[in-house]
T-cell receptor, first 111, second 116 residues
Framework: NAGVTQTPKFQVLKTGQSMTLQCAQD?????MYWYRQDPGMGLRLIYY???????DKGEVPNGYNVSRLNKREFSLRLESAAPSQTSVYFC??????????FGPGTRLTVL | GDSVTQMEGPVTLSEEAFLTINCTYT??????LFWYVQYPGEGLQLLLK?????DKGSNKGFEATYRKETTSFHLEKGSVQVSDSAVYFC???????????????FGSGTRLQVQP
C-alpha cells in the first residue's frame, strides 16, 4: 500500500497563476482533508470531504476550491495564486478510528 | 472553539536525556488526543493516541496520559536519541455538534533537537 500520495512535491508559481494539487489514497477511507502548514501555526484545515460527493469548508478556505473526484482522489485548486498562499500543503485521509494518515506534502512558493 | 496549546520550541537536549513536551487543550465534549511527529521533509505520522480519560498512549518509548482534570496530554520519553529529532504536534479530535464532523485541531508544534 502506498498510503496517501501527493503530487507535485514542489511548485513555484507567479502571482495570479492557477494550479491543482493532487491527492490519492489507497486505504478505502471515506474522509479526506487538505491542510496548510505555516511556521509557528501548526496545521490549519482548508477543506475536507466526509465522503465521496461531499465537500465542506474548514478554517481557511478562502482562495481555494476542492473536488472529490471519487473515493480515492481529492484535489485542491488555487484559481489565482497569491503570495499569502506560500505554504506546505498536506492531504490526509481517515476512517472511523479518527486517526488521520498524511501524505508527504507539497511545498508551494508563490512569487 | 477547540484549541491546543503546546510549549514553545525548540527544545534542545543531549542524547539519553529525559524529555517532556507540555500540551494542554480546550474542548467541549470528550475529545480523543493524539501526538503526531514530523521528521524533516516528511508528512506527519501518528506517534500515539488516547481516546478517554486516564488512558495512556505509548509507542517507541514515548508516553502520554490523558488527564481530564488538568486538560493535559504531556509527551514524555525517558531517554531520547538523535533519531528523535523532529517536530512534535499535539492534536485533538472532537465531534462538531453543528456539522457532525470530526476533525483534528493541532497545536503549533514543538521542534526537538537531540545532540550526540
Amino acid at each position: 500500500n502506498a498510503g496517501v500520495t501527493q503530487t507535485p512535491k514542489f511548485q513555484v508559481l507567479k502571482t495570479g497563476q492557477s494550479m491543482t494539487l493532487q491527492c490519492a489514497q489507497d486505504m478505502n477511507h471515506n474522509s479526506m482533508y487538505w491542510y496548510r502548514q505555516d511556521p509557528g501555526m501548526g496545521l490549519r484545515l482548508i477543506y475536507y470531504s466526509a465522503s465521496e460527493g461531499t465537500t465542506d469548508k474548514g478554517e481557511v478556505p478562502n482562495g481555494y476550491n476542492v473536488s472529490r473526484l471519487n473515493k480515492r482522489e481529492f484535489s485542491l485548486r488555487l484559481e489565482s495564486a497569491a503570495p499569502s498562499q506560500t505554504s506546505v500543503y498536506f492531504c490526509a485521509s481517515s476512517e472511523a478510528s479518527y486517526e488521520q494518515f498524511f501524505g508527504p506534502g507539497t511545498r508551494l512558493t508563490v512569487l | 472553539g477547540d484549541s491546543v496549546t503546546q510549549m514553545e520550541g525548540p527544545v534542545t537536549l543531549s542524547e539519553e536525556a529525559f524529555l517532556t513536551i507540555n500540551c494542554t487543550y480546550t474542548a467541549t465534549g470528550y475529545p480523543s488526543l493524539f501526538w503526531y511527529v514530523q521528521y524533516p521533509g516528511e508528512g506527519l505520522q501518528l506517534l500515539l493516541k488516547a481516546t478517554k480519560a486516564d488512558d495512556k498512549g505509548s509507542n517507541k518509548g514515548f508516553e502520554a496520559t490523558y488527564r481530564k482534570e488538568t486538560t493535559s496530554f504531556h509527551l514524555e520519553k525517558g531517554s531520547v536519541q538523535v533519531s528523535d529529532s523532529a517536530v512534535y504536534f499535539c492534536a485533538l479530535s472532537a465531534l462538531d455538534m453543528d456539522t457532525g464532523r470530526r476533525a483534528l485541531t493541532f497545536g503549533s508544534g514543538t521542534r526537538l533537537q537531540v545532540q550526540p
